[in-house]
């Protein structure tokens, strides 16, 4: 029987995206506040041409603030005067009608995106863990061998690494539990680590085990961590 794993908290329940106010800020900023929520929606779909029209409307924005005052609605002259009035027309139509009717645009998608369901998403959430522990062990090893790294059986350990195995330091029994792999293979293992002073990468694992084929090496790939012996 294998040992006991304590569950490892992940990420909660997706939630769905609430986005029915995003038209209010343009509306009632006068389109000074359309660029942020066109930017959030373009952010969210992950689209680089609405952030761009965020950019844009932007721009405008602050173009028009800083020339607003050049030209006041009661100068005496009239071609300033009417230089004012198309300002105007134009940042109303361009930012505050165009921004609005953009966010809901932007809002409507944004809420019909179908969040993950709750296993994939702890999933990402895991292989995220992964990165952030690989990383950890590239830049402070004694860090994260103080942390147990890609050791799950080592009773009393808090850091949550996604999930990383140590192949060259757990125990077979505890191989073939956190790969998913047969025991004699687990065994395989570490008598090859034994014999070679350990491994240094995934493809030695099918190189010197007969029982590491590609199909499978591809299935735990990213669960693998090689520390020296």
């Known amino acids: 029987m294998h040992p006991a794993v304590s569950p490892v908290p992940g990420p909660g329940p997706a939630k769905r995206n ?4 995003w038209f209010l800020v343009p509306t009632f900023t006068c389109g000074f506040g359309a660029f942020a929520m066109v930017f959030t929606g373009g952010y969210k779909l ?6 761009a029209a965020a950019v844009a409307y932007l721009v405008v924005t602050v173009g028009f603030a800083c020339g607003a005052g050049l030209t006041a ?3 005496p002259s009239a071609d300033r005067g009417t230089a ?15 921004g609005t009717l953009h966010t809901v645009f932007l809002q409507l998608k944004v809420a019909k995106q179908v969040p993950p369901p709750p296993a994939v998403a702890a999933a990402a959430w895991r292989v995220q863990r992964r990165e952030e522990a690989r990383e950890l ?18 009773e009393g350990r808090q850091y949550d690494d996604g ?20 025991q004699p293979l687990a065994d395989e293992i570490a008598l090859q680590r034994g014999l070679r002073q350990g491994f240094t990468s995934p493809d030695e694992l099918v190189v010197y085990c007969a029982g590491m ?11 693998l961590l090689f520390r020296p012996l």
């Open 18 to 21: 609430t986005t029915w106010w």
């Open 46 to 51: 992950k689209s680089r041409a609405h952030m």
């Open 73 to 75: 609605p009661d100068d």
């Open 84 to 98: 004012y009035d198309l300002a105007m027309a134009a940042f109303l139509l361009i930012v505050w009608l165009g």
């Open 137 to 154: 062990v590239r830049s402070n090893p004694g860090m994260a061998w103080e942390l147990r790294i890609g050791r799950p059986d080592i």
């Open 163 to 182: 999930g990383l195995v140590d192949v060259n330091h757990m125990p077979a029994a505890w191989l073939a539990y956190s790969l998913q792999i047969p």
């Open 213 to 223: 084929t590609p199909e499978r090496m591809a299935m735990i790939r990213d669960l």
